[in-house]
């Protein structure tokens, strides 16, 4: 990926460096599938938790490209299954997770005992974002 000016770089920390939804893009057989998802933008990429037996990460073993969409943004990226919330590779990230999604990480929906809740990683290749009559492209 082509390196953030720093304005840029800020305006992505500040718009979804926190609990933010975006819609996620994957792709199998050649059909496109969309969903929105949780995330935490830091540098360079996205963070998802999710289910490694989803369609989504599926897809993402099949064909690793991904886009996303935001608040005016839109981007491509390499989709990374960085494994289980709780392995000890995972522990800054996962701890960085667990405060940005603090409002709804407990709700019962996530089983941090399950192996198979893991990070997903979409390491950002390109992508536009647009701000107050700027236009960032990288």
Do not use: Q
């Amino acid at each position: 990926m082509k390196k953030l000016s720093k304005e840029a770089e800020k305006i992505m920390t500040e718009r979804f460096g926190k609990d933010t939804v975006i819609a996620l893009a994957t792709v199998e057989n050649e059909v496109p599938y969309v969903r929105y998802v949780n995330a935490y933008y830091e540098n360079g990429a996205f963070y998802i938790i999710t289910y490694a037996l989803s369609n989504k990460i599926k897809h993402v073993e099949n064909n690793s490209s991904i886009a996303i969409a935001g608040e005016w943004f839109t981007a491509h990226g390499k989709g990374i299954n960085l494994g289980y919330f709780g392995k000890e590779e995972n522990h800054k990230i996962a701890e960085r997770l667990k405060n940005v999604f603090s409002e709804w990480i407990d709700n019962g929906h996530n089983d941090f005992d399950d192996e198979n809740t893991i990070i997903l990683c979409v390491e950002l290749t390109d992508g536009l974002l647009l701000s107050h009559g700027t236009r960032y492209e990288f």
